[in-house]
């Protein structure tokens, strides 16, 4: 249905000038293949700089790749980049083209930029901003909302004017439980009720793990991944995720604490331990018993999440900690 | 407008939807492309969009533009000394408004939008091109008949020229409008940077404030011929020849079918450098 067959994509190397230094070439997609079945959920995971929105970038016909094939239900989007909007309804991460106008006015001249009439087009926009609970806020600029709900009325936009696959940069930055819920319920719904296929940016992982059919997991511009979130964990299912937080700083003078030291992760007070089950309990006996629980301010065990695939997958621990959000 | 259906049928790779991923039934011819936004529909929206901006962002800015024009009209009231240049200088106060507006202020509009990706949201869209330029040149266009309105009639009190003509602007602000609007959004898509957008369209709004205000026969040859090449200076001889006693219509029509000319070339440009800017 969405077939991305070696899609190569190279940001040439600027010089450096007067503030900014020289960038060396870069392969934003590196030669990335990719297949999205119709009514499915699909995920891009990775921390930024992975090379997610380019690849987007590519599939909505915005940029050309360098080499490769993108092909959406039997649309060649290379060769015919212009048909891409006629299949693609698209959220990007900017909202500076919309921000003056009103919700409303947003919505509905969206619509009829995708070529709906003008009575069809403010139906769907009551019909829109109605099942995402922004009708209160029709009237108001979009300048003057918060960021997650100037998101939610951008979403709305990329919502009127149906389009059989749905491509999401991000949908829900910003945004408080309640609207991540309406965005999630809208998607759902246009999935169960019209097979629409969604094809989502994400760097939240545990959203990655909730909403998503499956998931392609990138990381400097290569997928290193792709499978369903349970597939994925089953890649590290025989590990258990251990975080203790120190009150102060780690009692390393107790050896089984310093012994765990080489294979923790430390940021700060905390470290995060990635063990079989065997070495997981033996390493909350040692530091709730003895010397060093006096040390000890918290500690949590957990099967593994996406972020320690990630880890596993062989991504760079310091990007993943940046750039992987876990809320 | 309909779509056209390759005659190429879907590759051989097309991989049958599987397991429990969907409930699609595999494909094999492409699908439907819906319709395509056209032209006139969606130049209206895209027109309407644009107006609706003008309450928050732009009138302040048309108030200056219009506070500009009289203040240059009342300080050159000490230097010329009526007749043809009394004209002159109403007139191309009246049509700097224009300038200000359409010019400047939509070079920095579409500077900015290229800048920051918003140029995405129209690109991703199934609209023409044309549209979306067309759409916010009149938008801007027409942000500046309440300013041009009110300084050609301030300027003919001040000068005592005969107001009976003035209707003429009906037809010397959309000219004009569009060519001065073309080129401002042209200059705005096509400058690298957003400051540079911004500088190119102040440079053009001083070249039409010189050029055209100032009475032709005081510039010195070059900057003549540099007069001869701004668009606003067809729009502004036009105005200024309909303050005669008797006015010579040919040249004014004549004056007007230039800016239309340029208004038509400049909005063509304008329309060629916005795909070059959508798609990188």
Redesign the interface.
């Known amino acids: 249905?969405c077939?991305v067959?070696d899609l190569v994509k190279t940001y040439p190397a600027t010089r450096g000038r007067r503030g900014a230094p020289a960038a060396p070439e870069i392969r934003a997609t590196d030669s990335i293949s990719l297949?999205v079945?119709?009514?499915?959920i699909f995920g891009l995971l990775g921390p930024n700089g992975a090379g997610k929105s380019t690849l987007v970038?590519q599939l909505?016909?915005?940029?050309?790749p360098d080499s490769g094939s993108v092909?959406v239900?039997?649309?060649?989007l290379v060769r015919?980049?212009?048909?891409?909007?006629?299949?693609?309804g698209?959220l990007?991460?900017?909202?500076?083209?919309?921000d003056?106008?009103?919700v409303a006015?947003?919505a509905?001249?969206?619509g009829?930029?995708?070529?709906l009439?003008?009575r069809e087009a403010r139906a769907e926009r009551d019909a829109v901003l109605e099942e995402l609970g922004l009708t209160a806020l029709a009237g108001r600029?979009l300048?003057k909302l918060s960021g997650g709900q100037r998101r939610l009325a951008c979403f709305a936009a990329a919502l009127v004017?149906?389009?059989?696959v749905l491509v999401l940069d991000e949908p829900t930055t910003g945004m408080d439980p309640v609207a991540r819920r309406a965005v999630w319920a809208a998607v759902d719904r246009r999935r169960a009720e019209r097979?629409a296929?969604v094809l989502l940016v994400t760097h939240n992982v545990i959203e990655a793990e909730t909403v998503l059919?499956?998931v392609a997991v990138l990381e400097r511009g290569r997928v290193i991944a792709c499978d369903t979130p349970a597939g994925l964990k089953e890649q590290v299912a025989g590990e258990v995720r251990v975080e203790l937080v120190w009150r102060e700083r780690a009692p390393l003078d107790v050896p089984e604490v310093a012994a765990l030291r080489p294979s923790a992760q430390e940021s700060g007070r905390r470290w995060v331990l990635r063990l079989g089950p065997d070495e997981a309990r033996a390493a909350v006996a040692a530091v709730t018993g003895g010397a060093a629980f006096a040390a000890l301010d918290d500690f949590t065990l957990a099967t593994p999440s996406l972020e320690d695939v990630y880890l596993a997958l062989g991504g760079d621990a310091a990007d993943a900690t940046k750039g992987l959000v876990k809320a | 407008m309909t779509?056209i259906i390759?005659a190429?049928?879907?590759?051989s790779?097309?991989?049958p939807?599987?397991g429990p991923?969907?409930?699609?039934s595999p494909?094999?011819?492409?699908?439907p492309?819906?319709?395509?936004?056209?032209l006139l529909?969606?130049l209206a929206?895209?027109y309407?969009?644009q107006l609706?901006?003008a309450r928050?962002?732009r009138i302040p800015l048309l108030f200056v533009a219009t506070f500009q024009s009289v203040g240059i009209m009342i300080l050159m009231r000490g230097v010329v000394d009526g007749g043809a240049e009394a004209r002159a200088v109403v007139a191309g106060s009246s049509v700097l408004v224009v300038a200000f507006v359409a010019l400047n202020l939509l070079a920095q509009y579409f500077g900015?939008?290229r800048a920051?990706?918003?140029?995405?949201?129209?690109?991703?869209?199934?609209?023409p091109p044309a549209?979306v330029v067309l759409g916010a040149a009149a938008a801007y266009a027409s942000f500046t008949v309440p300013g041009t309105v009110f300084t050609a009639i301030t300027g003919s009190v001040l000068f005592q020229l005969p107001l009976t003509h003035l209707w003429v602007l009906v037809a010397v602000v959309p000219l004009s409008g569009a060519a001065l609007a073309g080129l401002g959004a042209a200059l705005g898509l096509l400058a690298p940077r957003p400051e540079l957008a911004t500088l190119l369209g102040q440079l053009g709004m001083s070249a039409a404030l010189l050029l055209g205000v100032l009475p032709a026969e005081r510039l010195p040859g070059p900057v003549g011929w540099a007069r001869d090449l701004l668009p606003s200076t067809y729009g502004v001889e036009a105005l200024a020849r309909s303050f005669d006693a008797r006015p010579d219509w040919g040249l004014i029509a004549f004056f007007l079918a230039v800016c239309a000319a340029v208004g038509v070339l400049s909005l063509a440009v304008a329309t060629w450098a916005y795909r070059r800017a959508?798609?990188?």
Request: glycine residues 8%; charged residues 30%.
């Open positions: 249905m077939a067959r297949d079945e119709r009514g499915e970038r909505t016909g915005l940029m050309r092909e239900l039997g649309h060649d015919h980049p212009e048909r891409a909007s006629r299949l693609i698209y990007g991460q900017e909202s500076t083209a919309l003056e106008l009103t006015l947003a509905e001249t969206t009829r930029l995708r070529g009439p003008v600029p300048k004017g149906e389009r059989p097979g296929t059919d499956r | 779509s390759p190429r049928t879907a590759p790779r097309v991989r939807a599987s991923a969907g409930p699609a494909r094999t011819a492409p699908a492309l819906a319709p395509r936004a056209r529909p969606s929206a895209v309407r969009a609706s901006r928050v962002a900015q939008l920051s990706g918003g140029l995405d949201h129209y690109a991703t869209l199934p609209v549209a959508a798609v990188r």
